[in-house]
Antibody
Framework: QVQLVQSGAEVKKPGASVKVSCKASGYTFTGYYMHWVRQAPGQGLEWMGWINPNSGGTNYAQKFQGWVTMTRDTSISTAYMELSRLRSDDTAVYYC????????????????WGQGTLVTVSS | QSALTQPASVSGSPGQSITISCTGTSSDVGGYNYVSWYQQHPGKAPKLMIYDVSNRPSGVSNRFSGSKSGNTASLTISGLQAEDEADYYCSSYTSSSTLEVVFGGGTKLTVL
């Protein structure tokens, strides 16, 4: 079955970087966009951006431009999200989620989602 | 503040029907048929329940249905069951210059 498995929880100090991985299985990794969404404790969902695993092209929400980097390794069907210059308000669960089939231009659904990776930023 | 507006909470008794609204603008909900709905149980990842306004993915109960009128989309759950108690989020594509996807703030559904 289609599945996304993310890396484990991280604790980082302010100013550090974190890199979260998302391993895909059960489908053609290069055939679908991969999105990243975060959820602060007790809060709602926030879209961060997507990567096209086939081309490596990315599209980030303006809020995250300059401090998020999304990459992929097609040889192991894994997507990565790196967030730099971490602040305490970046403490959140970070999810990867499969998006629409490439080359669909519109991100109209996310399915499935990874189990989430808790990133805690604390001094 | 979320881009899409949802009620903070709704409730209903087993067997009843409830509707959750999701209000946006002509730049998102009203302008495109790319509204989706997600169910999230505590400590779990969101699950897709409805996509493209009214389509149900395979495996999702037909008790869940979606619709849209103008700038407001709605999720209706009929024949409420205890396991429907969860948070529900709407999402839409947006033509905003700063991002492509917006979410609602979420609605807590309580089954009485």
């Amino acid at each position: 079955q289609v599945q996304l498995v993310q890396s484990g929880a991280e604790v980082k100090k302010p100013g550090a970087s974190v890199k979260v991985s998302c391993k895909a299985s059960g489908y053609t990794f290069t055939g679908y966009y991969m999105h990243w969404v975060r959820q602060a404790p007790g809060q709602g969902l926030e879209w961060m951006g997507w990567i096209n695993p086939n081309s490596g092209g990315t599209n980030y929400a303006q809020k995250f431009q300059g401090w998020v980097t999304m990459t992929r390794d097609t040889s192991i069907s894994t997507a990565y999200m790196e967030l730099s210059r971490l602040r305490s308000d970046d403490t959140a669960v970070y999810y990867c989620a499969r998006g629409s089939q490439i080359p669909a231009a519109i991100p109209d659904w996310f399915d499935p989602w990874g189990q989430g990776t808790l990133v805690t930023v604390s001094s | 503040q979320s881009a899409l507006t949802q009620p903070a909470s709704v409730s209903g008794s087993p067997g009843q029907s409830i509707t959750i609204s999701c209000t946006g603008t002509s730049s998102d909900v009203g302008g495109y048929n790319y509204v989706s709905w997600y169910q999230q149980h505590p400590g779990k990842a969101p699950k897709l329940m409805i996509y493209d306004v009214s389509n149900r993915p395979s495996g999702v109960s037909n008790r869940f249905s979606g619709s849209k009128s103008g700038n407001t989309a709605s999720l209706t759950i009929s024949g409420l069951q205890a396991e429907d108690e969860a948070d529900y989020y709407c999402s839409s594509y947006t033509s905003s210059s700063t991002l492509e996807v917006v979410f609602g703030g979420g609605t807590k559904l309580t089954v009485l």
